[in-house]
């Protein structure tokens, strides 16, 4: 039994260093994509459920692996976070998704808002929100263009810092959502005391509304408690009509979802915006 012991742990640790192995492989990879300018953006819509028009997007990053093809970013950028790449990634992404901002301003399209997703290590960093400032400055896009999603772990951690850098965003006029809403630990009292404007409820709750009674009430109530805070919503995985119809009767502001578009290039977005204006 003791041999058996030591040959499994033998046999995990193996384990172990390939994965690390693999984990470095695909992080030095990844630097050299940044300079090859391998990354690319996509954009999802963000509807509006009364009105039925793009209200915003979410920028959603990719990698064009020149070998193993478009890489979805579950595949890279959990490594790039253990590895410490992610804040030369998240600055590329913010960079990206900022200059297109401009671009789509600056040729005539009301387009609302980009989102941005953080990671914690990007947030965390003592100076973030002087980043976020220089940032805007370079690209010069105003404030008010960008949103930053951030999970509520990534709140909850240092309450404290946040409330302080939340309120540097704000001040300077950017605006901030919490993403996946609902999957992690949070408490209502701290939502109240941050300055944040958007609540994303997660995928999972929305999957089978209107018919598990479960999803329906754990959605309703957040959209009440929600509301009630002033917080405007956003449904995300909106694929059916039904769905979108539901929570547009509970009040629920925004909706995201394949029903509306999956993520598309840039140009796809402007596209799409025009053939608004057009209607
Ligand atoms: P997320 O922020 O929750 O993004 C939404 C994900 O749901 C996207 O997957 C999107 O393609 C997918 N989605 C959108 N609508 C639907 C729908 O109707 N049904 C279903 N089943 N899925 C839908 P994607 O692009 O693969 O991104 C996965 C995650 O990767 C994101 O989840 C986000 O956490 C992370 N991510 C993406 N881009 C970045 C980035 O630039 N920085 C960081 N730190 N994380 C990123
Ligand atoms: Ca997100
Ligand atoms: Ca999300
Ligand atoms: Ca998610």
């Excluded at 290590?121 to 973030?128: E, G, L, V």
């Excluded at 001040?171 to 994303?200: E, H, N, Q």
Aim: proline share 4%.
């Amino acid at each position: 039994a003791k041999a058996d012991g030591r040959n499994s742990y033998k046999f995990f640790d193996a384990d172990i260093n390939a994965r690390a192995m693999e984990n470095l492989l695909i992080s030095s990879a990844l630097r050299l994509a940044l300079e090859r300018d391998e990354l690319v953006l996509h954009y999802q819509p963000r509807v509006n459920l009364s009105t039925g028009k793009i209200s915003g997007v979410e920028a959603l990053v990719r990698w064009q692996h020149p070998e193993l093809g478009l890489l979805p970013p579950l595949r890279f950028i959990p490594i790039a976070e253990e590895t410490g790449m992610i804040e030369a990634v998240g600055e590329w992404v913010l960079k990206a998704a900022c200059r297109q901002m401009r671009q789509w301003r600056d040729s005539g399209l009301a387009l609302e808002s980009v989102a941005v997703n953080l990671a914690a290590r990007q947030f965390s960093r003592p100076d973030f929100s002087e980043r976020i400032a220089d940032l805007l400055e370079e690209c010069g896009l105003e404030a008010r263009y960008l949103e930053l999603e951030l999970t509520e772990s990534m709140v909850m951690r240092e309450p404290e810092r946040v409330v302080q850098v939340l309120r540097e965003l704000k001040s300077m006029g950017a605006t901030v959502a919490i993403d996946d809403f609902g999957t992690g630990y949070s408490s209502l009292s701290y939502l109240k005391r941050f300055p944040i404007d958007f609540l994303k409820i997660d995928r999972s709750f929305i999957a089978d509304i209107p018919d598990d009674v479960d999803d329906v009430a754990i959605t309703s109530a957040i959209i009440a408690m929600a509301k009630s805070l002033g917080l405007q919503l956003i449904a995300e995985g909106v694929e059916t009509q039904a769905q979108s119809d539901f929570l547009r009767r509970l009040g629920c502001d925004h909706g995201q979802g394949y029903l509306f578009s999956k993520p598309v290039l840039a140009g796809e977005i402007e596209r799409m915006l025009r053939s608004e204006n057009t209607n």
